[in-house]
């Protein structure tokens, strides 16, 4: 569990122990009111996570909904704002990029080497409101945006992962479309692909 304070300063504990694992600090400028943060680690990092309020402007047919489908046993989490990594043994911070209208899936979270997106949404785009399904993935290492589709077929949920951790290979799949990743355990970073894609 952890505490963010209004300066930014940040401080993680285990718990049942109340043994504080990390302190660290953020901008504090990314805390908005009538926000929450979600917490999440790995071998590596903790992550912090921002889920501000959705500008109903932008978005005035309610917020994000996940785009997992329901019965799979696939979990997500809102986030909408700030995305940080903190380097799990140090504290200091890795990264940190935007992250909007979002859901983050907790799936297999320790196992990835990249953070994983999907969601669907309305959306006004030029006085029409359209229903946006989209997927990011970006490099948990280095924080790189390594994929992202706003196009994803619109009647279409991810119902399936494949991991094989021992070739490098994870498969993000729905009925139309399986996003391909591709890692290795060198730095050469995560290369992806789309196979199976069809008209909507």
Do not use: C
Not at 49 to 54: G, I, Q, R, S, Y
Not at 128 to 144: H, L, P, Y
Not at 172 to 195: H, M, P, T
């Amino acid at each position: 569990t952890g505490v963010i304070e209004p300066d930014g300063k940040v401080r993680v504990w285990r718990i049942p122990e109340g043994t504080q694992v990390l302190s660290t600090k953020l901008d504090p400028k990314f805390i908005v009111k009538g926000g929450a943060a979600l917490l999440l680690a790995d071998k590596s990092n903790f992550y912090v996570a921002f889920n501000n309020p959705v500008n109903a402007n932008i978005m005035p047919w309610g917020g994000i909904q996940s785009n997992l489908m329901p019965g799979s046993g696939m979990r997500a989490q809102p986030v909408n704002g700030e995305f940080y990594a903190f380097e799990r043994d140090t504290g200091k911070m890795r990264w940190h990029n935007p992250v909007s209208h979002q859901m983050v899936v907790l799936e297999s979270f320790q196992d990835f080497p990249m953070l994983l997106f999907t969601s669907r949404m309305h959306k006004m785009v030029i006085r029409n409101v359209m229903q946006i399904v989209a997927a990011k993935s970006i490099d948990k290492r280095t924080g790189k945006l390594i994929y992202d589709n706003e196009n994803i077929p619109n009647a279409i949920w991810f119902h399936n992962i494949n991991l094989d951790l021992k070739n490098g290979k994870i498969e993000f799949v729905n009925y139309q479309l399986k996003i391909i990743f591709k890692f290795g355990s060198d730095a050469a970073g995560i290369s992806v692909e789309e196979a199976g894609k069809k008209n909507s």
